[in-house]
């Protein structure tokens, strides 16, 4: 199993330390939020990792096609591409935080899939159309792994599609991942491929602690931002209990873009007790518990085919999480 990590980009010291230090605990991946308004430049972050590792694989997780024109995102990822020697992957979705935060709206899905092909184009052929001119990008041919972010059935089927791999949000109750599986591959299959030929991330939150019960209370920020990503349209096929339905609800309609991942903001950590979902949000969407705990769940994602960990963990210094990851958990540091 592949194990990646998320980082929300802080000052660019602490982010050059936490690249640095994934890559010695190996971890295989790191992604790179997109929120301009909450975090530093994913970009400008993106070419931090490049120059300060030398083996990982990284990039953004995920931009948007509302923020920024495809002929700037193609730019932008081919130079960090060059800049890395090729690890660079580029992720997509149709936007969150970066859009809501913003007060516009997430794109649509015909939106986003123009987007990619045009950011595609460019990068490989040096040209595309799009919104019906001709946009260029004369000095970059070559490819670019393209991941799309994806949690409802349509998003995750255009992902089979276009996309060289997906970073699933739908969560990882049984159930769930063998739908999620179906939709991927029910796309694939539009363009001749299997779900077994994409490059597949699973979005977990992740915390470990000697004390299970504090690990659970300290990761309800993310529990609550990975109900906010993956209800966030509909409830829809994504086999939530009836009687959790309103609950849901609540804490879609409370949940604040302007905290989205902070730990010392307390409204959308607190939506997640309010509501009582504590408990099925973490069996859904966390690995997470004593060093025991976390080391069975990876043994049961394991057993159930997860092969690629697109971790979350909200703890101020993330190499503290890292260490006991890799020591307590992987046991390879």
Known sequence: ??????????????????????????????????????????????????????????????????????????????????????RAFWGIATGDSAVLNLGLRPAKLAEMREYILAVRGMLEEGSAQYKGNNARLSWHKSHVPIHIAAEGPKTLSLAGEVADGVIIGTGLIPEVIA?????????????????????????????????????????????????????????????????????????????????????????????????????????RFAIVGTPAECRKRLEDLENLGVRGLRINNNLPDRTVFMNAWAKDVRGIA
């Open 179 to 283: 739908d999620t599986l179906s939709f991927i591959d029910e796309g694939a299959r539009k363009s001749g491929r299997r779900v077994e030929d994409l490059d597949l991330w699973w979005l977990v939150d992740a915390h470990v602690d000697a004390d299970g019960e504090r690990a659970r209370a300290d990761i309800r920020t993310a529990l609550a931002a990975s109900a906010h990503h993956s209800f966030a349209f509909t409830l829809e096929n994504k086999r939530i209990p009836k009687e959790l339905e309103s609950g849901i609800r609540a804490l879609r309609d409370g949940y604040q873009t302007s905290e989205h991942g902070f730990m010392d903001k307390s409204n959308n950590a607190g939506l997640v007790d309010e509501y009582g979902l504590r408990e099925y949000l973490a069996d």
């Open 1 to 86: 199993m592949r194990h990646g990590i998320s980082f929300r980009p802080p000052d660019t010291d602490s982010f050059a330390r936490w690249c640095r230090c994934a890559e010695e605990l190996g971890f295989d991946a790191v992604f790179i939020p997109d929120t301009q308004s909450l975090y530093r430049e994913v970009y400008v972050s993106s070419a931090i990792c490049a120059m300060e590792t030398s083996k990982i694989i990284f990039g953004p997780c995920v931009t948007n096609p509302v923020t920024r024109h495809p002929a700037v995102a193609a730019s932008a990822i081919g130079t960090i591409s060059e800049l890395s020697g090729g």
